[in-house]
């Protein structure tokens, strides 16, 4: 049987608005060029701009890096980001 690797702390670095380094990645719920919502380690994080690129993505590790115009980090609880995966599964399959 396959065991699930726990992933760790929960950190980000941004530099200059332009680039993002994240630990602690549970899941990402959804990704546009304008919009990136994760589930962290520390609840769901929405993050806002604009020309959003994922550079790097490790699941295992729970490690993302992205470059673009970063305008917004707003995280919320993990029982709020449930409506936000709904509608964006709407968005895509609806």
């Known amino acids: 049987m396959e065991q699930k690797q726990e992933v760790g702390t929960h950190k980000l670095t941004l530099a200059g608005r332009k680039t993002l380094a994240l630990a602690g990645v549970k899941e990402v719920i959804s990704f ?3 919009e990136v919502v994760l589930d962290t380690t520390q609840g769901v994080l929405m993050l806002r701009g604009d020309e959003m690129n994922v550079t790097r993505l490790l699941v295992e590790k729970g490690e993302m ?3 673009g ?3 917004s980090l707003v995280y919320t609880e993990r029982g709020k980001g449930k409506r936000r ?3 964006f599964a ?3 399959f609806g």
Do not use: G, T
Request: no cysteine.
């Open 65 to 67: 890096d992205l470059e």
């Open 69 to 71: 115009r970063i305008d």
């Open 85 to 87: 995966e709904e509608s």
């Open 90 to 92: 709407k968005r895509l």
């Open 32 to 34: 546009d060029a304008k």
